[in-house]
């Protein structure tokens, strides 16, 4: 899958491109990674990408045409790259406190693209006209107010490359199913066995794999109910998980 990202600090994303399964996807090219500066697309000795806002206020606007520039140049290289452009495989994706939230199901149907153009603001945003012209998809992690889009865009990229089907191992997918579903994820546990005498819950140790399949569904619902009530009424669980609820009240 292919990614560009747009940004006037395209040193921030070592973050995600030498570390862990991201790093590792990016280095076995089974997701590559296009940092593009807008800096390097102005004509001007100060190598300008913000100006002063019209109608005044405080802080700085991005300017439209080295951004535009920017965002030519990564389509030429999604094109390149053999992405469908024209047909919106690669969008121009916007992060910013104004888009849609990013969800797991969002996430989940992101692989089924050839590519995306992630466009990083800095100051107080990005000229609107800009935006208007290309920007495909506005998406946010939050409800909250960041200094930039680049911890956004990394964020978006990693819950994406972790389910592109050659990085994702077999045995999590299969965890990943269960917690695509609506249900926050059951409790995990590891060496030792006695942690300040907390012990291990014995299903885990049985070997078991019907029952601790049980256990850990029924963790995630009971964790679910607790704390993301609004998750719990939208769930539907599959015929198998609608057995195992009736036991819930037998839930240690
Ligand atoms: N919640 C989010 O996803 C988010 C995204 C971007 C952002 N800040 C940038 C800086 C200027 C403008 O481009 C937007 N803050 C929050």
Redesign the pocket.
């Known amino acids: 899958m292919f990614f560009a990202v747009i940004s006037i600090f395209p040193e921030m994303f070592c973050a995600i491109s030498d570390y862990g399964v991201v790093g590792r996807a990016l280095k076995n090219q089974q997701a590559t990674l296009q940092l593009i500066n807008p800096r390097d697309f102005t004509n001007d000795n100060y190598r300008r990408i913000d100006e002063r806002p019209f109608g005044g206020g405080p802080g700085m606007v991005?300017m439209a045409q080295p951004l535009e520039k920017a965002i030519l140049y990564a389509k030429e290289l999604a094109l390149a790259a053999g992405c469908d452009v024209a047909g919106g495989g690669c969008p121009v994706v916007?992060?910013?406190?104004q888009?849609r939230t990013?969800t797991e199901s969002m996430v989940a149907d992101m692989p089924k693209l050839d590519g995306m153009i992630l466009?990083?603001?800095?100051?107080?945003?990005?000229d609107e006209r800009l935006l208007q012209r290309y920007v495909e998809l506005e998406?946010?992690?939050?409800?909250?107010?960041?200094?930039?889009?680049e911890?956004?865009a990394m964020?978006l990229m990693d819950s994406v490359i972790r389910r592109l089907p050659a990085v994702m191992s077999d045995e999590a997918s299969a965890q990943q199913d269960s917690f695509v579903d609506g249900l926050l994820d059951c409790p995990h546990y590891t060496k030792p066995l006695d942690f300040h005498g907390d012990m291990v819950p014995e299903v885990l140790l049985s070997g078991h794999h019907a029952n601790i399949a049980k256990w850990r569904f029924l963790q995630q619902v009971k964790r679910t109910q607790l704390r993301r009530p609004d998750l719990w009424r939208a769930f539907v669980p599959t015929k198998q998980q609608a057995k195992w609820l009736k036991d819930l009240e037998s839930l240690d």
């Open positions: 991005m916007y992060l910013s406190p888009g990013l466009l990083c603001g800095r100051y107080e945003g990005i998406i946010s992690i939050g409800d909250y107010v960041l200094t930039g889009g911890l956004p964020v």
